[in-house]
């Protein structure tokens, strides 16, 4: 059994930046793909990144080039870096690994707004 605890969101104006953070108990992540999804209101959850077990990376036609996503097998973490957030980025931020079936975090608020 996975345990994901996400962290670092909170309100940032509109240029500003992020970094989500997401620890892993109870298993090491590097087994698993990892990936940060997004839900805001009133819309369906959505996949922003996606990073393998052995480190390939995908993005969201929405955020290539702002989001990078990170994992580090040693800390047992996995991050994902927003740069030039935009108010559409709004949203609750998951982490999960595994894949749908898999494991998910409770989730953090990011809230893009001047």
């Known amino acids: 059994q996975v345990q994901l605890v996400e962290s670092g969101g909170g309100l940032v104006q509109p240029g500003g930046s992020l970094r989500l953070s997401c620890a892993g108990s109870?298993?090491?992540?590097?087994?698993?793909?990892m990936a940060w999804y997004r839900q805001a209101p009133g819309k369906q959850r959505e996949l922003v990144s996606f990073?393998?077990?052995?480190?390939?990376?995908n993005y969201a036609d929405s955020v290539k080039g702002r989001f990078t996503i990170a994992r580090d097998n040693a800390k047992n973490t996995v991050s994902l870096q927003m740069n030039s957030l935009k108010p559409e980025d709004t949203a609750v931020y998951y982490c999960?690994?595994?894949?749908?079936?898999?494991?998910w975090g409770q989730g953090t608020q990011v809230t893009v707004s001047s």
């Open positions: 999960n690994a595994g894949g749908g079936a898999g494991f």
């Open positions: 109870g298993s090491s992540l590097s087994i698993y793909s």
């Open positions: 990073i393998s077990n052995s480190g390939r990376t």
